[in-house]
C-alpha cells in the first residue's frame, strides 16, 4: 500500500497513524517463493521532526511458511518486525545513495509500505531453517525421512577428490 508523506511533511509537527494491510500475496526471494502463514496489519506512525524530516515507525508479525534445510518438513518462521526510520527530504536521491540510504521504499512523497516490510523480512531471513537441532535429514540414496524411519542404505560417504587413489588402489588388488 502507498501512503502520500506530502500532507504529514508540509505541516510541522503532525503525525498521523495508520494500520495498513500487508498486500504482498507471496514473499518471493532467492528464487524461491514462501507463503504467508500469518500477515497482521503493519501499525504505523509517520512523523513530521522539522526541516523536511520525517521519523517513520512501524511494526507487524509475521509467519513464512518454509521448509527444513535437512529433511524438507514444512515448518512455520515467525517473525515480529519493527523498523524505525529516520527519512530527510532536503537530500536528493544521489545524496542518498552516497551516504548508503537505500530507501527503495520512498518514491518523491509516497511511502510504499510492502517494499519497506519486504526489506526488513530479507534483513530477518534465516539462511538455514531446521525442524530441530538433532534433525537427520534424508537419506542421499533412497530419500526416507530418517526422523521418521531408518533405511539400510550404505552412509559411506567418500571424498570424491580422492577417486584418483582409489582407482590405483584398485588396479593393484587386482593383480
Known sequence: MIISLAEIINTRNK?????????MEKFEYNGGSYEFARKDP????????????????ASTKLA???????????????MDISVTKDIDFNLSDEDRIKNLDETSYISG???DVDILIRNEII??????????????????????????????????????????????????KEV
Open 15 to 23: 503525525s498521523e497513524q495508520f494500520i495498513v494491510p500487508v498486500e
Open 42 to 57: 503493519v501499525n504505523l506512525t509517520v512523523t513530521n521532526i522539522g526541516d523536511k524530516k520525517v521519523l517513520i515507525e
Open 64 to 78: 513464512l511458511i518454509v521448509y527444513c534445510s535437512r529433511c524438507l518438513k514444512e515448518l512455520q518462521y515467525p
Open 109 to 111: 512523497y509516497n511511502l
Open 123 to 172: 534483513v530477518g531471513f534465516p539462511m538455514k531453517v531446521l525442524c530441530s537441532e538433532d534433525c537427520k535429514g534424508i537419506c542421499i540414496h533412497c530419500g526416507a525421512n530418517l526422523n521418521e524411519t531408518s533405511c539400510d542404505c550404505d552412509d559411506t560417504v567418500l571424498d570424491p577428490r580422492m577417486s584418483v587413489i582409489r582407482d590405483i588402489f584398485n588396479k593393484f
